[in-house]
């Protein structure tokens, strides 16, 4: 019995640093992310800021009735649906595709040297690559330049400007941002693949679409899965960073998304009880995603953190 105490005691001192190690990062969780849910009860008010929360009316479900009679919202949901679905698959289909191409080739140099030039983009921030951007698709940028030059185009193009184009332009600039970071964690996957299988494939004929196919494509399949059902929990964010520094009115029926809705409605229209309601319901959506996400991944792939 004194022994267990005695091991007991041991293990909390043997474990006190990491728990040390902790707890500024557990301060900061819980003033930042803990203390700010509080402001829900926002949603569920007509709120005044000059009243404060305890002074503002109670007006309970209202401003979620409000929020379904605005023709916005039908807008919001759709683009960010549409915009976050659009990243999700894109992306997942490029990680693969690049991690198999890089899987292929054979020169270890050249292999480190494209790996890196492909992440590289994903620590950098939208802010900078939004300006990039911009100036590259401005009615008088490169890419019109080249469009125009190759007979496709006869008038230039705002890309960003145009509710046509817009929602394509921010999928694709997402995908080629993170394609190259995304693809690491396929890249250890095919690392786990065993070579022998290859090389009997090789001796049995078999060319490197064969190969690619029927052992490549089933060594990672676990991988895709798991990464796919995870990614159910990103539905409905479909980019805050990216949508704010590329977007302008003109494009607000296609580019705005339930992020950017509540920035402007709560922030630049001062209507906050509205704001926080629409976000309270992507609260808890999200939450329900997450929960099924993590439900799915231990189905299919096994996958667990708890």
Partial sequence: ?????????????????YHLMLFPGTVCLFIFSIIPMLGIVIAFQDFVPTMGIRGSEWVGLENFKYMFQLPDTMY??????VIAVGKIVLTLV??????????ELRVVKAKKIVQTVAYLPHFLSWVILATIFRDMLDSNGIMNQVLQGLGILKEPIIFLGSNTTFQPVVIFSEVW????????I??????GINTELYEAAEMDGAGRLRKIWHITLPGIRQTIVLVATLNIANILNAGFDQIYNLYSPIVYRTGDIIDTYVYRMGFM???FSLATAVGLLKSVVSFILIFTSYKLADKFANYRIF
Avoid at 95 to 102: E, N, Q
Avoid at 186 to 191: P, S
């Fill in 186 to 191: 396929f890249i250890a996957a095919l690392a």
């Fill in 94 to 103: 490029a990680s693969i595709f690049f991690a198999i191409l890089l899987n």
């Fill in 76 to 81: 919001i949901f759709r683009n960010t649906l």
């Fill in 269 to 271: 229209n001062a209507q």
């Fill in 1 to 17: 019995m004194h022994k267990r105490i005695r091991n007991r005691e041991k293990k909390k001192i043997n474990t006190l640093p």
């Fill in 177 to 184: 941002k993170e394609f190259g970071y995304n693809a690491v």
